[in-house]
């Protein structure tokens, strides 16, 4: 067992590289429940090779050649040591097959929040996805569970590359009454995959992996990372990628009849999302919509919001007002980037005006 304190990155064969031994497989069915190291299976999982063909689909694996999949009420388990009472977000990258209405029910007791993959956001078929969890005692069993009946087993979801990451809930200061308004705190992100990490709604997760944010809507938000997108400032920033969907928010304290400002960046990630954008902002009882046009190659602008709180706790809420589809495959959602968000009380409010 490894230590977690500081631990980032692949869980123990967390991208099932290595094998079930042969005398353990019957074709691509895994047989035993300790067949795959590391890991304990139960129901019908298949052991799947990048390039394996399945009729006429050919079945694609985001890194290295072997991924799982999670057939019938099948499903995947590991138990490792964590730091009690601590927050950890788990990464995962999971693909549909030829089922039309999966889920993903993942759990680390009593934790447990159920993944719809209806919505593909990226074009090669796969998604990253993260949830999170507090530690209620030493050791988590984390569970990756296919809760679907479909006729064909064999049409569940593939599952590759299981990360975990602690997570250090930022606190607000004097200079941001926000917390995390950089976004830099977030989920493990896979340094080899270029198609983000997708964050869902709260209702799913009752732990945010983005400390500070909710995500407030039915649609998920993606957390992007600047070696593969354009950030506006600093590593990560935030995508809204499901117009109205898809919005993002956090409750600060504030004093009534204060003035603040509340300022941030709007921006494209530079993955062809292109097109007329517009980021709306709340809080208080204002509102601002900021446009913004994408020529897809990144870039960004800088916007404020400035209100008087009406309430000792201020709800700041960010959405996108359009759905975009990228332009190089007119399949995948995309949208505007969030990023650098900071809300200041204002000393003087006739600067300002």
Known sequence: MFSHQTHAGLVRNGNFEFA??????????????????????????????SGQKQGDMLLVVPEGAFAVRLGNEASIKQRMKVVKGLYYSLTFSAARTC?????LNISVAPDS??????????SNGWDSYAWAFQA??????????????????????????????????PRATNKNLLKNGDFEEGPYVFPNTSWGVLIPPNIEDDHSPLPGW???????????????????GGKRAVELVAGKESAIAQVARTIPG???????????ASNSCEGSMIVEAFAGRNTVKVPYESKGKGGFKRAVLKF????????????????????????SLCGP?????????????RRFM
């Not at 031994?21 to 019908?44: C, H, L």
């Not at 929040?113 to 990226?122: D, K």
């Not at 008087?308 to 959405?319: G, N, Y």
């Open 99 to 103: 089922a039309q209405e999966e889920t």
């Open 136 to 169: 209620e005692l030493e050791f988590a069993e984390i569970v990756i569970h296919n809760p679907g009946v479909e006729e064909d087993p064999a049409c569940g979801p593939l599952i590759d590359s299981v990360a975990i990451k602690a997570l250090y809930p």
């Open 20 to 49: 079930p031994k042969q005398s353990d497989m019957n074709g691509t069915v895994v047989i035993g429940r300790y067949a795959i190291p590391e890991w304990e299976v139960s129901g019908f999982v298949e052991y799947i090779k």
């Open 337 to 349: 980037v969030l990023d650098d968000v900071k809300l200041l009380s204002v000393r003087n409010p």
């Open 308 to 331: 008087v709180a009406v309430s000792p706790r201020t709800r700041v809420m960010f959405l996108s007002t359009f759905y975009t589809m990228r332009s190089d495959d007119f399949s």
């Open 258 to 268: 204060k003035t603040y400002i509340l300022s941030f960046a709007v921006g494209d």
């Open 214 to 232: 909710m995500v407030e809507s039915l649609k998920a938000v993606k957390y992007i990372d600047s070696d593969h997108f354009s950030v506006p």
């Open 113 to 122: 929040g159920v993944l719809p993959m209806q919505t593909m956001y990226s």
